[in-house]
């Protein structure tokens, strides 16, 4: 009988020899969080400069919408530093038969392969996010005439609806990568994971009309990324929109879509593995 394995264990040596190899080459990691954050604070700079022109963006205020943003940011950096690097170099170890020695390890695949490794770089963006989200929930609540009121089960929610927005946007991450056992390369999804996750970086609100409607149901309903921000981003900064109507039946419905996709993500994951071929055949 094979012993127990204690994944919590595994996971945290994972963590500590990623950091040790980030920490052998420290200014190659210093430069990729300045660069990081660099980049966020240029998109910061021009919504900043948006909103010298308008009060809102399809009903967000200012500060309101900077809870968003910041939501985004914290959600991208989690992913980015704990799923992006292992989801890449799945193409590399299918060619190069690294797939195999990980198909022969007394763990599970989907772990190992998904969570070996993690860019700590990436966490810059995590700190600065939470920076502009403390800032914003600032303003919202010292602001008049009529400020946010919060509430602790309003911060426990806005956690637990972030890791199911990272959960989501791992399983489209993990399909994706898995399809690279019947393609062998498959850059061009990677792009197309690009492209999709780029309507999750807008309110919802903003998708209407004839063109726009279509997209934001088929982003909800079928690949539901736009509830990977808007979720919590509306639980912590506008828990009753301006029109009256209220986030939960959306936070009810992100509960049934992060568990459907984690599911479909893992049989996407088994059924590819089913049809791999050793490297050495």
Request: glycine share 4%; charged share 10%.
């Amino acid at each position: 009988m094979l012993p127990r394995v204690n994944y919590f264990r595994i996971y945290l040596a994972f963590a500590r020899n990623s950091l040790v190899r980030n920490m052998t080459f420290r200014m190659n990691f210093l430069i990729e969080c300045v660069s990081s954050v660099t980049w966020t604070l240029m998109n910061l700079g021009y919504y900043f400069l948006v909103y010298r022109f308008t009060e809102s963006i399809a009903g967000w205020e200012k500060w309101e919408f900077f809870a968003f943003l910041a939501t985004t940011m914290i959600v991208n950096s989690l992913v980015q530093a704990f799923f992006m690097p292992n989801c890449e170099a799945l193409s590399e170890l299918i060619r190069t038969g690294g797939l195999d020695f990980a198909m022969l390890k007394p763990i599970d695949t989907q772990f190992l392969i998904s969570l070996e490794k993690v860019d700590w770089s990436s966490l810059a963006n995590f700190a600065a996010g939470l920076i502009l989200l403390t800032v914003s929930l600032v303003r919202l609540t010292t602001a008049s005439p009529d400020p946010l009121v919060l509430s602790p089960i309003s911060a426990v929610l806005y956690v637990f609806y972030v890791l199911c927005g990272v959960a989501i946007m791992y399983s489209l991450m993990i399909a994706l990568s898995a399809t690279s056992i019947w393609l062998g390369q498959n850059r061009s999804l990677y792009d197309f994971w690009f492209y999709i996750t780029n309507f999750a970086r807008y309110p919802m609100e903003i998708y209407s009309g004839p063109w726009g409607t279509p997209l934001r149901a088929g982003f909800t309903f079928i690949i539901p990324i736009l509830i990977v921000v808007n979720v919590p981003a509306q639980i912590i900064a506008r828990p009753i929109a301006p029109d009256g109507t209220r986030v939960w039946p959306l936070a009810i419905f992100a509960l049934l879509a992060t568990s459907l996709s984690l599911l479909a993500s893992r049989w996407v994951f088994q059924a590819a593995l089913r049809h791999y071929r050793s490297a050495s055949s």
